[in-house]
């Protein structure tokens, strides 16, 4: 079935440190992927997507493209900020509506 | 501003209590959706609804029944609470493919503790 696995946090970072959050997807055929975030006492907000493969989405300086041949969507950012403190989740959607989603990964940003 | 609210921020219950958790969104969206979010676990879907009377089973949909009588309103129902479903719950909605909009939209979430 389809699957999302992320990197284990928690990932604790400097600001202006350079991002890295891993996501590699299990799937048939050709989903759509996803990057949201959530905030401390928030819901889910959709950060970036992609559609198909070498698609790059991108939104608030964060980045991720859709690698096909390594099936994996990593999430970068060049320059964090403690505003980006936060949980980060990947996921994807193959047919119907439903998100498939990997298992979070929660970031702190230290001034 | 699109928005999906849910009746309560925080709930806690006595095992085998009878729950409701009520969902509204007001961006008149075809499809909603419960989800259970566990550390280390992720979001998991327990029932989503594509339409006014419809809905399907997710993943974990033991222990938890839906309802969705109006389009703009879903409701989860734990009809004996346990101890094992102390969790927080998220609801979403979004359009139907087809109308630019494959995002879903989710609501601030309940955290239920069961006691």
């Known amino acids: 079935g389809n699957s999302v696995t992320q990197m284990e946090g928690p990932v604790t970072l400097s600001e202006e440190a350079f991002l890295t959050i891993n996501c590699t997807y299990t799937?048939?055929?050709?989903?759509?992927l996803f990057w949201y975030v959530q905030y401390p006492g928030e819901g889910l907000q959709l950060l970036l997507k992609?559609?198909?493969?070498?698609d790059k989405g991108s939104n608030k300086g964060f980045e991720a493209t859709y690698r096909k041949e390594t099936t994996s969507f990593h999430l970068e950012k060049g320059s964090v900020q403690v505003s980006d403190s936060a949980v980060y989740f990947c996921?994807?959607?193959?047919?119907?509506?439903?998100?498939?989603f990997g298992q979070g990964t929660r970031l702190t940003i230290n001034p | 501003d699109v928005k999906v609210t849910q009746s309560s921020r925080y709930l806690v219950k006595r095992t085998g209590e009878k729950v409701f958790l009520e969902c509204v969104q007001d961006?008149?969206?075809?499809?909603m959706f419960w989800y259970r979010q566990d550390p280390g676990l992720g979001l998991r879907l327990i029932y989503f609804?594509?339409?006014?009377?419809?809905?399907e089973k997710g993943d974990i949909p033991e222990g938890y029944s839906v309802s969705r009588e109006k389009k703009e309103r879903f409701s989860l129902i734990l009809e004996s609470a346990s101890t094992n479903q102390t969790s927080m719950y998220l609801c979403?909605?979004?359009?139907?493919?087809?109308?630019?909009?494959?995002?879903?939209?989710f609501g601030p979430g309940t955290r239920l503790t069961v006691t």
């Open positions: 961006m008149d969206h075809e499809n």
């Open positions: 992609a559609t198909k493969a070498d």
């Open positions: 979403a909605s979004s359009a139907n493919p087809g109308q630019g909009a494959e995002e879903q939209y």
């Open positions: 996921a994807l959607r193959k047919g119907a509506q439903k998100l498939v």
């Open positions: 799937a048939t055929g050709y989903p759509s």
């Open positions: 609804s594509y339409d006014v009377k419809m809905k």
